[in-house]
């Protein structure tokens, strides 16, 4: 036996890897096969075509590689940048700072931009550097969108508007100028749609802060498949996520999608790379093979099905289900007297939710006990916030009535450490507010 047994099922709550849905285990319990015959590759277009959804981009191109998160980051950075290159990036917690140490050991010349552990992106100071930066030094922007460590989302959108688009700018501009030097025929000839479209985008970038040509990257590990995420109407550069966590699958596959800009980037960047090479996936989508080396065949089965899933259920309803849990899991906290780590409103998690204990508590006291004594498993407090916090995953393939569970067994492992909650506080709060806001499951409709 490779695991120690608890009775019934494991209740899962870490912030990934998550639950893996019964179909996609099904799905994944195959043979290997030869990835050169005509079956993977064929599905392996669909894959693509498919992910490209998540992101909700039609003009990025995905690469599927076999890694996880941290290889996806890597895959980012050196496929677009070149050593010594400026950037800016933002420490607002663990993964954050792992991703800026990745960062500083390939060389590139980090702008840290520090904030408390628990708080957002100062964005602030975002603004004031791309202000000074009229000669464009800073090469590209690295965000975490959310904070796996402290539950926290950074607003991407406001990321976007402080860069402006610069490319885009461009792009309608000439757009413009080919509608007013039109002849009159074919002037009418265009729909009143496509003008509209162009004149409302034009007063939008106009209102954009600056036309700052930096590279926008942005990990999305903890958010993409959960959490509202726009590739294209935002302007990410380059978007990344992994397979354990949303999109419910083992670990194994990190997800890399790269908008046009980022292509054409990816031709002078210099940092040195090999397996992550996106040009090795490039000239093998050209061939139709679509794989420079083996690709992890079980998991790509695995994603077709966990693709079909989100799908089934509907992208926007997946993320309105994030909402629920996320929500449910704060109401519960505030029942219980207990004060969420993210110390302000607008930067509230969907997908994980870290609560501060008092400071009489040990909070891995909570997470062994959890696992010990009820079977549940519970994210531990990490670094700087090590024993101060405890966190809840609610993400992935997940219900309410799974995370009242959940809930269930933290009010009596609170009880157990000394905590004088009053048991059924929490789930009373998340279940009154499930009954009131739960839809009909969409496919049951
Ligand atoms: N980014 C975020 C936001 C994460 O939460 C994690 C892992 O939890 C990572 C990156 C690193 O991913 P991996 O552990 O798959 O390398």
Request: with cysteine; aromatic share 10%; proline share 4%.
């Amino acid at each position: 036996m490779d695991y120690v047994y608890g009775p019934g099922r494991n209740h899962l709550f870490v912030p990934g890897p998550v639950n893996i849905p019964e179909p996609v285990l099904r799905a994944m319990n195959r043979n290997n096969e030869d990835y050169r015959s005509p079956a993977v590759p064929a599905m392996t277009k669909t894959l693509l075509e498919d992910v490209k959804k998540i992101f909700k981009t039609t003009s990025g191109t995905p690469f599927m590689i076999p890694t996880t998160g941290t290889g996806a980051w890597e895959s980012a950075l050196t496929n677009t940048l070149s050593p010594g290159d400026r950037i800016v990036s933002f420490l607002i917690g663990q993964f954050s700072l792992l991703w800026i140490d990745q960062q500083q050991r390939l060389k590139f010349n980090v702008d840290v931009v520090e904030s408390e552990w628990g708080q957002g992106a100062n964005l602030d100071v975002l603004e004031s550097k791309i202000a000074e930066d009229t000669a464009h030094t800073i090469k590209a922007i690295c965000i975490v969108h959310n904070e796996t460590a402290t539950g926290v989302t950074n607003n991407l959108a406001k990321v976007r508007k402080i860069l402006g688009r610069a490319t885009e700018y461009l792009q309608t501009s000439v757009n413009l100028s080919h509608i007013f030097f039109l002849s009159l025929d074919t002037y009418f000839s265009y729909s009143s749609v496509t003008f509209m479209e162009c004149f409302s985008c034009f007063f939008i970038e106009l209102s954009d802060n600056y036309m700052h040509p930096a590279l926008f990257l942005v990990d999305g590990v903890s958010s993409i498949c959960a959490l509202d995420f726009r590739m294209d109407e935002w302007g990410v550069d380059v978007a990344l996520t992994g397979s354990q966590k949303a999109l419910s699958l083992p670990t194994g596959i990190g997800i890399v999608c790269a908008s046009p800009k980022a292509l054409e980037a990816s031709k002078s960047a210099k940092s040195v790379r090999v397996f992550f090479d996106w040009n090795d996936y490039l000239k093998f989508y050209k061939l139709g093979t679509y794989w420079p080396y083996t690709p992890s065949i079980q998991l790509l089965y695995g994603l077709r099905t966990a693709l079909d899933l989100l799908f089934e259920e509907g992208l926007d309803n997946v993320i309105a289900r994030h909402s629920r849990l996320g929500k449910a899991t704060r109401l519960a906290v505030e029942a219980w007297g207990l004060k969420n780590c993210t110390q302000s409103e607008e930067w509230v998690s969907d997908t994980v939710t870290a609560v501060l204990v008092p400071t009489y508590i040990d909070s891995t006291e909570i997470v062994k006990r959890a696992w010990k004594r009820y079977n549940l498993s519970l994210g531990l407090g990490l670094n700087k916030i090590a024993g101060k916090v405890f966190r809840i995953g609610h993400l992935g393939n997940l219900n309410e009535l799974q995370l009242l569970g959940c809930l269930a067994g933290v009010e009596m492992v609170l009880k157990d450490v000394g905590y004088p909650v009053k048991l059924g506080s929490g789930v009373a709060a998340a279940s009154a507010y499930f009954q009131n806001n739960t839809p009909l499951i969409p496919s049951r409709i």
